[in-house]
């Protein structure tokens, strides 16, 4: 985001004439009117350009605090080998020691991880479900028309196991926690996350 503005600005400096008393003084080729315009073009696609990663951030920023994001990182690193290298705050590393935990006690044959959990996946080794949405949001990553076919098709899998970040039922219509609260018990226990057990059938 900010290499575009500090480029900007250098541009900008070498087109603006320098004046000396009552004489201009120009810095050569970028006196010429066409390079001009091509410098000055190229700037304002830079302008844009920061200006969208810029509300974007800002966006990701405002929906973070309660969540992954955090000002200050943690000099501790999240434990699967999938995010070797990724510096995060503290409670990233905790979620992921959570999941693991909870993935020891219910195997991973039959799990679901909810909303903002779904990297959990890849960074566990679990096998995803089928004819689900890569992650639940009705009308992004998927039609609105399909989120009936999708609730059932989840219900279907019976899974064991649903592993939600604390509390975080977004974009869950009714009637998908509906069918979470009739058929699973919740247990609190983890500091940052929801798991839901699925009730025996009688």
Known sequence: MDVPLVFLCSVLGLCIPLRKGNAQLHIATLTDF???????????????????????????????PGAFFENRLSDR???PEFFKGLHTGNIFPEVCSEVDAVLSQSGRS????GPRMQWAY??????PPLNQP????PGVSFPKGMESFYIKAWASRKFE????FKNDLTYMSPEFIEILSKNY????????LTVLHRIPSS
């Open 110 to 113: 039959s799990v679901y991880f």
């Open 77 to 79: 690193s999240p434990a």
């Open 185 to 192: 018990s919740m247990d609190q226990s983890s500091p940052f």
């Open 34 to 64: 066409r390079w001009k315009s091509y410098f000055s073009a190229l700037a304002c696609v830079l302008i844009g350009i920061a200006c969208a990663q810029a509300v974007m951030r800002y966006r990701v920023k405002l929906i973070g």
């Open 122 to 127: 890849a960074a566990f080794g679990v096998t």
């Open 134 to 137: 890569s992650w639940w949001h």
């Open 161 to 164: 196991t649903v592993v939600l």
